[in-house]
């Protein structure tokens, strides 16, 4: 079984700086992303972790707790832009994506 | 160079009817995937295919079917819709089969069933 847990909403103000977590159960473990969604667009992938530590990509970072189960999103210098959902998803199975619920972001000025 | 197209757009269904969702991706990848999106469930896995030719079953299979006949088209059916298959479906595609490739989704098609 599978169990990947978000928070479902978070706000935050422009410029600021904010933390999405997630924390995952899952039967086993080949890696995990993140993806924004826009309100009624598609999924856009974000990051990719596989090891323990730190992912940078310019505004957002994605860091991966393999022993802990623990991801989280940080996303830096907000813009109104990035009011969307953000979604952790884990590869388990050998075959596809397990996702969370999502995290509904509003960023507000 | 389009990525992923996915027709229709939106559409109304009465409850019985057959509908087939296509899928249509230009970036040559091996493989595709069928999810369903709902408020509150999140992604949810239909189908899958690795590569052309094979299938595979998801989280929630049941009253969906799918071929690959090519690498290009991953269509979805609904063999007789009811109105719990009203949902956003979206479908993805990564070069490599296994999940761990990073997935690129279509801009999905809106269904609602009546």
């Known amino acids: 079984g599978q169990n990947i847990d978000q928070p479902t909403e978070m706000t935050a103000t422009e410029g600021a700086i904010v933390q999405i977590n997630c924390t995952y159960q899952?039967?086993?473990?080949?890696?995990l992303f993140w993806y924004q969604q826009h309100a009624g667009e598609a999924p856009t992938f974000l990051s990719y972790n596989v090891l323990d530590g730190l992912e940078e990509k310019g505004r957002f970072s994605s860091f991966l707790s393999r022993s802990k189960g623990y991801s989280y999103l940080l996303l830096k210098e907000l813009q109104m832009k990035d009011s969307a959902s953000y979604l952790c998803a884990v590869e388990d199975s050998g075959y596809a994506l397990n996702f969370g619920k999502g995290t509904s972001l509003l960023v507000t000025p | 160079i389009a990525g992923i197209t996915q027709a229709p757009t939106s559409q109304i269904l009465a409850a019985g009817r057959r509908m087939t969702l296509r899928c249509t991706q230009d970036m040559r990848h091996n493989a595709m995937y069928w999810y369903r999106q709902d408020l509150g469930l999140g992604l949810r896995l239909i189908h899958y295919?690795?590569?052309?030719?094979?299938?595979g079953k998801g989280e929630v299979p049941d009253g969906y079917s799918v071929s690959r006949a090519n690498t290009d088209d991953f269509p979805l059916t609904l063999a007789s819709a009811v109105p719990s298959q009203t949902s956003v479906y979206f479908c993805?595609?990564?070069?490599?089969?296994?999940?761990?490739?990073?997935?690129?989704f279509g801009p999905g098609t809106r269904l609602t069933v009546l």
């Open positions: 295919s690795n590569t052309a030719g094979t299938t």
């Open positions: 899952t039967s086993g473990f080949n890696g």
């Open positions: 993805a595609s990564s070069i490599l089969a296994g999940g761990t490739d990073t997935q690129y």
